[in-house]
């Protein structure tokens, strides 16, 4: 069971959230609102959610997908089944923002689209993620993380000539929910202002482009036209990725004075009057003689090595990692990064990452993700359905 009786006592301690969203845009975006003391209600079909069936950790339980950001309570919902539409209706009376990560049309054949919405509550906020925008000739089509990565020319950039690699991290999906939450966040705000709600609009496309702008704005200012060199950086050296004796490390220098540190260490001063290095252009023009020297004199040491040296300097540097050390390095666990949370189905407890935010005057509550439709009974009651409407409901299978 989810017990959720003392986290709703944050900032946004009264705002309720109604998540109709599904994977991670939307999911996460109303999970932030939840961290921070909203009542996320998560509706999702009787048999639970598509979410719930991505990677299951094991037999009957949470999926990786639905591990995180679902601090929410649950109900059970046929949205398809006529009865619903009342059931959906006395929801967003008693709400105040809805979250839903699906193309317009799809919006519209739900009643989730604003117009509905508004005639409902007139101060209602509707906050919903797309792949590629509310307008244009792809509004309607779905999509997701890895799309809007290749899209944006970030894969492109990411990997070599003709082998264009996207992320394996969904940095699209996460970048698009923060921007939904920090959007419904300021229509709340203007809400308390104005009385008045909006549809806060976010999209996986416009979120990919505004992650990666800076190659876009130097292409679009410039045209250098620059093709990927994998892990190497083109606009600074040494950004490279090196390997050690026992691993590999990273660093990622910008500035005159990061560079005469690189120097120092690697036993190069007289680069620090080279007119070749003496900019972070020049030295981007130049990586691979700069790398290749940093190259050498890391494999000369270990990772622990390289890093304690560069690090000693002032060099900014960290160890490549792979998931079983990144899960126990000391900083991680000096930060809490992970923190221990119950699912169903599952006999210990499981590490999970947080939301990395830390506020000085509160303490979230770590909760696990509901069960599917574990809190129904509740949330009809809550909203003004008797008990015998609600167990009409259960019986006819709609909740």
């Known amino acids: 069971m989810t017990d959720l009786n003392n986290l709703q006592q944050g900032p946004l301690k009264g705002i309720r959230v109604l998540d109709f969203s599904r994977y991670i845009a939307g999911p996460y975006c109303a999970g932030l609102l939840a961290y921070l003391g909203a009542d996320v209600i998560r509706i999702e079909k009787p048999s639970g959610g598509e979410d719930r069936f991505v990677s299951p950790i094991?037999?009957?339980?949470s999926p990786l997908l639905f591990m995180t950001g679902n601090r929410k309570r649950s109900l059970g919902l046929d949205l398809k089944a006529p009865s619903a539409v009342a059931v959906v209706k006395q929801l967003v009376t008693h709400a105040d923002v809805v979250v839903a990560n699906m193309p317009p049309a799809a919006l519209i054949q739900l009643g989730l689209d604003y117009e509905t919405l508004s005639a409902i509550k007139s101060d209602i906020i509707l906050t919903t993620q797309t792949c590629f925008g509310h307008e244009g000739p792809w509004a309607d089509r779905?999509?997701?993380?890895?799309?809007?990565?290749?899209?944006?020319?970030?894969?492109?950039?990411?990997?070599?000539?003709?082998?264009?690699?996207?992320?394996?991290?969904?940095?699209?999906?996460y970048s698009t929910a923060v921007l939904g939450a920090f959007g419904t966040l300021a229509a709340i705000r203007q809400r308390d202002q104005t009385g008045k709600g909006q549809h806060v609009q976010a999209s996986l496309l416009g979120s990919a482009m505004a992650v990666f702008s800076t190659a876009i704005v130097e292409q679009e200012a410039l045209q250098p036209n620059r093709i990927p060199t994998g892990n190497r950086g083109q606009t600074g050296a040494p950004t490279d990725v090196f390997k050690a004796t026992n691993g590999s490390i990273i660093t990622q220098v910008v500035g005159n004075g990061l560079f005469r540190r690189v120097t120092k260490v690697i036993g190069k001063p007289e680069w620090n009057?080279?007119?070749?290095?003496?900019?972070?252009?020049?030295?981007?023009?130049?990586?691979?003689?700069?790398?290749?020297?940093v190259g050498k004199w890391v494999a000369e040491r270990t990772a622990e090595e390289a890093v304690e040296t560069f690090a000693h300097e002032g060099v900014p540097c960290g160890p490549v990692l792979?998931?079983?050390?990144?899960?126990?390095?000391?900083?991680?666990?000096?930060?809490?990064?992970?923190?221990?949370?119950?699912?169903?189905?599952?006999?210990?407890?499981?590490?999970?990452?947080?939301?990395?935010?830390?506020?000085?005057?509160?303490?979230?509550?770590?909760?696990?993700?509901?069960?599917?439709?574990?809190?129904?009974?509740?949330?009809?009651?809550?909203?003004?359905?008797s008990q015998e409407e609600v167990s009409e409901l259960i019986a006819k299978k709609i909740v």
């Open 58 to 61: 094991s037999e009957g339980s």
């Open 142 to 173: 779905g999509g997701f993380d890895g799309i809007a990565q290749a899209m944006s020319g970030a894969a492109f950039m990411s990997g070599f000539p003709d082998e264009p690699r996207r992320s394996t991290a969904p940095y699209v999906d």
């Open 273 to 293: 009057d080279d007119p070749r290095f003496s900019t972070d252009e020049l030295r981007g023009n130049n990586r691979d003689v700069v790398c290749d020297a």
């Open 322 to 385: 792979n998931l079983i050390d990144a899960a126990v390095h000391p900083q991680v666990s000096a930060m809490g990064f992970l923190e221990e949370v119950s699912f169903p189905n599952v006999d210990n407890k499981t590490k999970t990452p947080r939301v990395p935010l830390d506020f000085s005057g509160y303490k979230p509550i770590s909760a696990g993700p509901p069960q599917v439709g574990e809190h129904s009974a509740d949330i009809l009651l809550e909203i003004g359905f």
